[in-house]
């Protein structure tokens, strides 16, 4: 849906082209708080049944295609595809593989004129182990990131080898991994950090993941 964005869409047509949000930070930040605060007041006075209605069409959708049935017996379904739920007829896939890749490479053009070095780190979704299926730019999405040279921290493996990759995920549902699943994603990236990048200060006291800060030394 981004790529049909006329605003958006500038971004990759004019590396020069701003809408000089910083210097309106205090305007878009009023804004926001009020759409939020207007948001969480609609949600409280929501009943619960209203907010069952809510989320009771996707819901709907999985469990009748039986994901989650057929993922607690074990079984494979090659039918089963990856619901793309922002996906526009619109646009093509060639032309959302033309954008990402113009995405990474103004993304990788910038950092480096920083001196810095670009590094992506692919984060797995629940629906890789819940419904046992595979995003399906996934592999896609690898390949480009081979081909432009950045470097990519894979989760995926990581996961698939803890003892319990739901517990990962909060409620063990689609959502925001635990604490437990943020440390996993925190050590590796240190662990990168440390065989890649530049000294890594390391903490001299236990400190609780969420809360480490990893410093670089020249």
């Known amino acids: 849906r981004e790529i049909t964005h006329p605003i958006l869409r500038?971004?990759?047509?004019?590396?020069n082209f701003t809408q000089k949000l910083v210097e309106h930070s205090s305007e878009y930040d009023k804004a926001l708080r009020d759409y939020v605060e207007a948001g969480i007041s609609v949600e409280q006075n929501r009943g619960f049944s209203e907010r069952l209605l809510a989320n009771f069409p996707e819901e709907l959708r999985l469990w009748t295609r039986l994901w989650h049935i057929r993922a607690l017996f074990g079984l494979n379904d090659i039918k089963r595809t990856w619901p793309l739920s922002r996906w526009t007829p619109q646009v093509s896939e060639d032309e959302v593989?033309?954008?990402l890749d113009q995405t990474l490479q103004l993304a990788k053009d910038l950092v480096e004129s920083w001196g810095g070095k670009f590094v992506v780190i692919y984060?797995?979704?629940y629906r890789t182990f819940g419904y046992r299926i595979h995003h399906p730019w996934r592999d896609r999405v690898l390949d480009l990131l081979k081909s432009k040279n950045i470097p990519t921290i894979d989760l995926l493996p990581v996961f698939q080898n803890s003892a319990d990759?739901?517990?990962l995920y909060n409620y063990r549902k689609e959502g925001h991994y635990t604490a437990e699943g943020n440390q996993i994603v925190a050590q590796a990236v240190l662990?990168?950090?440390q065989a890649n990048g530049p000294q890594i200060a390391l903490p001299t006291r236990q400190v609780s993941p969420e809360y480490l800060v990893v410093s670089r030394r020249k």
């Open 97 to 99: 593989a033309i954008a």
């Open 191 to 193: 662990r990168y950090l």
């Open 123 to 125: 984060l797995p979704s």
């Open 10 to 15: 500038k971004y990759l047509q004019d590396p």
């Open 165 to 167: 990759p739901f517990a």
